[in-house]
């Protein structure tokens, strides 16, 4: 699949693949320098890094997988991973089943990212920092 994106690529592209041992990873220089973003729907953390800087955001929303995964994936859960949930991911039995779209809903209904395909929102907007509200909620709930 890499080697077909890569061959798709206008000449001057570049096409950073991640592995563990490459220290040298331009994330964090693209999050900087880049002027909107197009991310994919199942990455809960890069939409909303990408939203916190306020920058023009387009969301891929992937499909959600309903029927037999879900199922298979609440059962190897139940059951502990061992040799079943081994075996179902070797078959690929076992796969991505979260279901995002009430945060996309959340991103759109603030104006801090659009579906894939509208025009880009101008960008500026960040979202409210809920840090106070999340510490406050925490020492509630332990004390």
Request: proline letters at 6%; hydrophobic letters at 45%; glycine letters at 8%.
């Amino acid at each position: 699949m890499v080697r077909i994106l890569h061959q798709a690529l206008p000449a001057n592209a570049r096409l950073y693949c991640w592995s563990a041992d490459n220290r040298d990873n331009p994330y964090l220089a693209l999050l900087g320098l880049a002027d909107r973003f197009i991310v994919t729907g199942d990455s809960m953390s890069m939409m909303i890094e990408v939203a916190r800087l306020g920058k023009p955001l387009a969301i891929f929303a992937l499909p959600y997988q309903r029927g037999l995964r879900p199922w298979l994936q609440r059962l190897v859960a139940a059951a502990g991973a061992g040799k079943l949930g081994k075996l179902l991911l070797r078959l690929r039995l076992l796969g991505n089943s979260r279901d995002l779209s009430a945060i996309h809903r959340q991103l759109y209904e603030k104006r801090l990212a659009v579906p894939l395909g509208h025009a880009f929102l101008p960008g500026g907007i960040t979202p409210e920092d809920e840090l106070e509200k999340v510490v406050g909620r925490i020492k509630q709930l332990i004390t």
